[in-house]
């Protein structure tokens, strides 16, 4: 991240002072702004395929691998982009892409949900990493997809649970069934309940299902036996309250689980049912009987007229006689005494209307002036009550004040109850909107008060005025000091706000700062993060009231320093692991075993993927290894053993599966000379046993000369040829021809002829040559070809033509089997290959113009050859005989492996050898195959006295790869 800032700092400088900036600068920028964006943008499209399947939790688990995705974006979206583009595309330098804002956006929003979801994702981790049972993990993946429902992979995940699940719950309910186990069974029968991504067999829940219901109804009917025999208990003892009580749960039973009772059971309490439905019969009469009762006792109380009660009367003796009761005899008396009354009333009454309708005719005419004075009096009393009435549905308290002050005499005479009561009420809403607006006035003041001393900590008598402002004089004041106080409140919040932005930097300085990550442990590491969680967490309580957006910032940074001390967890108990390879440092198949099981148990990690990477490398590393036995052969390897083609055989095959791996095997790292390399490669060629055929087409040529049917004979003297059938010895007649279709004549040969042929001929260099082909032996193999060579050379009595075509052949043959022949005769076969010269003419027709032409270049070509000495050959010979010429290859032996921690690289070693040297680690090169000379040595550091160790900065460095120091060749 800080390289990414330090470009777009150096790019707003650069446009601030452009006119002094260096154009190589300006095109750097470009290149390096422009490569950043790629960068950025791909990684974007990569999360985004995450984003589009839905899985937002690996795209925000993608986007937050270090550097942080967003972060980056903020950065390289800076203010001044747009003009830098600008700039670039007048200057002909990369213009970077179009930065995706959209994808930024999805991105964002994808962290706020799973700012809700990573609580759950945690559990769900720790579950999976305990190695909690199916169940508990499945009810966390249950949970995360309901919150996560557009993430097909929880379902996915879910289902594939499910499938490992539903042969447990198969076996768990067999289980359960077997041993009756009700309490197990109701668990399982819960789990299945639950939402299942597949549907569970219908057989699973049918057998639970079952075998619960059966206990269900064998546990009903065990208690309605039970309660059966309370029930009869309580008839026994006549207990009406008990034998209530139990058979109202024995119906509860019925009604809950709508299970029939069982005929024992009702045949057993028929009785005991009877009992309780006469007694429940029984208080059913006694209770109408009192309410008969009750009520013909008010109706005595009162005047009531005789008809109805009389009726009460009768229905008091039919309810007294359904409940087996007597009426008292006070209520029989005073009903008798009550219709006794009302008949002397009634005769009363029939006399006194005479008397009352003489009286009020006197009365009329003296009411007739009272009447006008009432309804005056009434008309004033309903129109105060008017009046009131709308002084209430107003409200105003002024104009009820002022109301009754003015009719305070009137008021106070009248005699009216309705008057009265609103007369109450009005002055009760007076003395309230007194008591309201002195209310007011102190909480102004109070907020006057708070407010010049900027005071804040009681909002509520902001909201309390509110409540008693019902003026537009009071509601401006509201107003006035609502406003000042949110001003207060908005200063202090920005202020608080400020605060917590300028410690929360600081920490967040300190956070990036990289010395606070320099030279410390991983521990040291984690306890520092630690320490700022404890400051972060400190702030969000010190600061509560704080902008949400600024405090979710802090939270957002406590939880992404909680995820890096995980790691660090994480990281540490990887260390731990890979601490454990140290013992197995040079012994290969260990190693590998161990590396392969620690990669098994922390799959997904960035370093783990290097190390499964030192997995794939893993047959060059054992080549390496098996480079000591190469050097081993070359060191010890002897010309003049007997062993030689057979140790250069084994020398052959190393090399080639070698050469075949590494791309630099001739490099000076491996010092192997190449004429060793041939010198060896030739020796492997040659026959181990001595029955073996080689050089073949010598051994044609001189088998050819051997069994021909003419010897060929050269007299220097007249340069005449002749044929003969036999090689001639002493004078005498011989047969001879002149082609090799001329019949042989005889002819007679005398003593100065013989004096005068060559002492060998071809005939002897044939059979000469053979017997050494046949004898030849390890020991003398190249001094011996050699003087084969020189031999032919230097016969007279061989034909030219013969002659050339057996030098050829030889050199050619000998070569192949041996370098040091190959090297010092190859520039003669190589004149000779370069001739054109017809080695199939007619020798025998000496006359001919084809055969003196081809004799002549023969002659030619022969008499420009110019062999190398055989003190030469031999000194050559001698010094790799002794192996004094070999240069001792260097050694690569291996002495630890290589590990980062959180900020450096170091070598793990084994042993407390001091030993010095370069050393190096084993690699693929990225441009060849992996198949044929794919890996190179790499040099990563040095090693000095007391394993004083230097690493270099190498982008070839890979987590546990072996490391091999490289020691001397002398």
């Known amino acids: 991240m800080t390289d990414y800032q330090a470009t777009v700092d150096a790019i707003k400088n650069a446009l601030m002072f452009s006119d002094t900036t260096a154009p190589e600068t300006l095109r750097t920028l470009a290149e390096q702004y422009a490569a950043a964006c790629d960068e950025l943008n791909e990684r974007m499209k990569y999360c985004g395929g995450f984003l589009r399947q839905g899985n937002l ?114 076996t768990e309910i067999r289980a359960a069934i077997k041993e009756n186990n009700i309490e197990q069974l109701k668990t399982l029968q819960n789990e299945l309940s639950q939402s299942w991504a597949l549907t569970p067999p219908v057989t699973l829940v049918f057998q639970i299902e079952s075998v619960l219901q059966n206990n ?255 003026t537009e004089e009071e509601r401006t004041i509201l107003e006035s000091l609502r406003g000042k106080y949110q001003r207060i409140e908005r200063d202090r919040k920005n202020q608080v706000d400020k605060n917590l932005l300028a410690r929360w930097s600081l920490i967040q300085k300190e956070i990036q700062n990289p010395a606070n990550n320099k030279n410390l442990s991983p521990n040291e590491i984690k306890n520092k993060k630690r320490e700022w969680i404890l400051s972060l967490e400190s702030l969000v309580n010190e600061y509560p009231n704080a902008t949400s957006g600024h405090l979710e910032r802090c939270k957002k940074t406590i939880a992404d320093l909680q995820m890096q001390i995980d790691q660090i967890d994480l990281q540490n108990a990887l260390q731990q692991n890979i601490q454990t390879l140290v013992s197995n440092i040079g012994y290969a198949d260990l190693f590998k075993t161990r590396l392969s099981g620690i990669i098994k148990k922390f799959p997904d990690n960035n370093i783990v993927k290097q190390m499964e990477m030192i997995q794939d490398e893993w047959n060059a590393i054992e080549m390496l290894l098996k480079y000591d036995e190469l050097c081993r052969l070359l060191s010890n390897f002897r010309l003049l053993e007997k062993s030689a083609p057979e140790d250069a055989n084994k020398f052959s095959k190393i090399l080639q599966t070698f050469t075949n791996t590494f791309v630099d095997y001739s490099s000076e790292n491996f010092a192997i000379q190449p004429d060793e390399i041939n010198l060896i490669t030739a020796i492997a060629k040659r026959p181990i046993s001595q029955n073996e055929i080689i050089f073949a087409k010598t051994t044609d040529i001189l088998t050819d000369l051997k069994t021909k049917p003419f010897w060929v004979l050269f007299t220097s003297q007249n340069s005449t040829w002749y044929y003969v059938t036999r090689k001639p010895n002493n004078p005498g007649s011989y047969n001879y021809a002149t082609s090799d279709y001329a019949t042989p004549t005889p002819k007679r040969f005398d003593k100065e002829f013989f004096e005068n042929l060559p002492k060998k001929t071809q005939t002897d260099i044939a059979e000469h040559g053979l017997t050494i082909l046949e004898q030849i032996e390890q020991k003398n193999w190249t001094l011996v070809c050699a003087s084969l060579i020189h031999e032919v050379y230097s016969a007279d009595g061989v034909d030219p033509i013969l002659k050339y075509s057996l030098m050829k052949t030889m050199i050619a043959d000998f070569s192949e089997y041996d370098a040091i022949i190959a090297k010092n005769y190859q520039p003669i076969l190589l004149n000779m290959n370069n001739k054109t010269l017809d080695e199939y003419v007619n020798r025998m027709n000496a006359e001919s113009s084809p055969t003196t032409k081809a004799r002549q270049q023969a002659l030619d070509v022969l008499a420009k050859i110019r062999l190398p000495k055989p003190e030469q050959i031999k000194e050559t010979f001698a010094k790799y005989a002794e192996n004094e010429s070999f240069v001792k290859p260097y050694r690569f032996r291996w002495i630890g492996f290589l590990n980062r921690d959180l900020n450096n690289w170091k070598c793990e070693l084994k042993s407390d050898d001091d030993i010095e040297g370069e050393l190096y680690i084993v690699r693929r090169q990225a441009s060849a195959s992996s198949n044929n000379n794919g890996y190179s040595l790499v040099h990563v550091g040095n090693i000095g006295t007391k394993q004083n160790i230097q690493l270099f900065d190498n982008p070839n460095m890979l987590q546990c790869a072996p490391v091999f120091v490289k020691v001397g060749n002398e």
């Open 57 to 170: 939790a690996e795209a925000v688990r993608l986007a937050e691998t270090e550097p942080p995705l967003l972060d980056i974006y903020n950065i390289l979206d800076f203010p001044e982009r747009e003009e830098w583009c600008d700039v670039t595309a007048l200057l002909g330098y990369p213009i970077p892409p179009p930065l995706q804002k959209e994808f930024a956006k999805e991105l964002n929003d994808a962290y706020d949900s799973q700012h809700l979801l990573e609580p759950h994702l945690r559990k769900y981790r720790l579950a999976a990493l305990s190695r909690a049972p199916l169940t508990e993990r499945l009810g966390l993946l249950r949970e995360i997809a309901v919150l996560d429902p557009s993430n097909t992979f929880w379902i996915k995940d879910q289902e594939t649970f499910e499938q490992l699940r539903l042969p447990e719950l198969e």
């Open 216 to 470: 269900l109804l064998k546990n009903v009917a065990r208690q309605m036996w039970e309660l059966a025999e309370l029930l009869l208990n309580a008839h026994v003892q006549f207990d009406v309250n008990q034998g209530r009580m139990i058979y109202q749960n024995l119906c509860s039973l019925q009604t809950q689980y709508n299970f029939p009772v069982p005929q024992d059971v009702v045949k057993m309490t028929q009785g005991a049912v009877n009992w309780l439905q006469e007694d429940a019969q029984q208080q059913k009469n006694l209770h109408q009987y009192e309410a008969i009762r009750n009520q013909m006792v008010a109706a005595m109380k009162v005047e009531t007229p005789l008809p109805e009660l009389q009726r009460l009367y009768q229905q008091l003796q039919i309810t007294a006689q359904n409940a087996s009761v007597e009426i008292p005899e006070e209520i029989t008396d005073a009903f008798e005494q009550n219709v006794d009354m009302q008949e002397l009333q009634h005769r009363r009454r029939t006399r006194w209307i005479t008397i009352s309708a003489i009286f009020v005719s006197l009365v009329v005419v003296s009411m007739a002036g009272l009447f006008v004075y009432a309804y005056t009096q009434h008309k004033i009393v309903a129109d105060t009550v008017i009046a009131l009435k709308k002084l209430e549905e107003e409200g105003n308290s002024e104009n009820i004040s002022k109301y009754l002050k003015a009719n305070e005499a009137k008021l106070s005479t009248m005699q009216d109850g309705e008057a009265a009561f609103l007369l109450t009420k009005l002055q009760q809403m007076v003395e309230d909107a007194e008591r309201r607006k002195k209310r007011f006035a102190d909480i102004q003041q109070e907020l006057t008060q708070m407010i010049d001393a900027n005071d804040v900590s009681r909002p509520s008598l902001v909201s309390e005025l509110g409540r008693l402002a019902t």
